[in-house]
């Protein structure tokens, strides 16, 4: 064996490191990122990238030139031809059709999801509560960014053009600045399957496709 075979601790070093991933609502993206140590500098890199779900890549030339240290990704949330990656810092967009990054937004929050409003604005879900964006507005600008929600919320996802959140005994939705009670009930998770929103405990099963009306699946059906 050469020695330029044997896998020393620099070369495992020097190999990539998968980091965080999300895949979008739809199944159909997955966004994730690996980090490159660099020993000399002792600093790592880390790139993101964004595949099909059917293992075919996305053109990702522009994004590999991207590069971002320290970074993760919480959630990916796409919009038409646009695609939106929340981060620790704030939220990067995305242009799909190019594969080139539009903007980052450093907004001093960690951003778990994110909503899109029919009207333009955008809905972050954050630890500190719910912040919005008005389309007219800057998204660069901080203050710009209004919290319209500060509940302690067990579990929030975005959902259709709207955010979903999980907390107490009811599950509500939070659209273009009004807040509705989609449902009542003590659940015990909440997760997006295609283009339906399930939540559920052990007795029960309840899924929306439009975010209004709420079918409900008890242990007694057969269907379960």
């Known amino acids: 064996m050469a020695e330029s075979d044997l896998l ?10 998968i ?40 053109n990702l ?4 030139d991207k590069t971002l240290s320290g970074k993760e990704v919480n959630s990916l949330t796409v ?21 080139v990054f539009i903007d980052t937004y450093q907004l001093g929050h960690r951003v778990n999801s994110l909503g899109v409003a029919q009207d333009g604005g955008i809905y972050l879900a954050t ?3 719910i912040f919005c964006c008005p389309a007219e507005k800057n998204r660069k600008q901080v203050e710009n960014w209004t919290c319209v929600d500060q509940s302690k919320c067990e579990q929030r996802l975005a959902f259709k053009d709207m955010l979903v ?32 929103l399930l939540w559920g405990n052990n007795e029960k099963i309840c ?6 009306n709420v079918n409900e ?8």
């Open 19 to 58: 980091g965080s991933r999300s895949v979008n609502p739809k199944g159909d993206k997955i966004a994730y990122t690996v980090s490159y140590p660099n020993i000399k500098e002792n600093k790592s890199l880390t790139v993101i990238y964004l595949m099909n779900a059917d293992g075919s890549m996305t």
């Open 8 to 17: 020393t601790p620099e070369t495992l070093w020097s190999m990539g490191r």
């Open 61 to 64: 030339s522009a994004l590999k």
């Open 217 to 224: 699946i008890s242990q007694s059906n057969e269907w379960l």
């Open 207 to 212: 899924l929306t496709t439009d975010g209004k």
């Open 127 to 129: 630890p500190e509560g």
């Open 165 to 196: 959140g999980r907390r107490g005994w009811n599950v509500f939705t939070l659209q273009n600045g009004k807040q509705r009670t989609l449902h009542t009930g003590r659940y015990d998770f909440m997760r997006l399957c295609g283009d339906e």
């Open 79 to 99: 919009q038409g031809s646009t695609a939106y990656l929340c981060t620790g810092f704030g939220f990067i967009e995305i242009d799909l059709k190019e594969a």
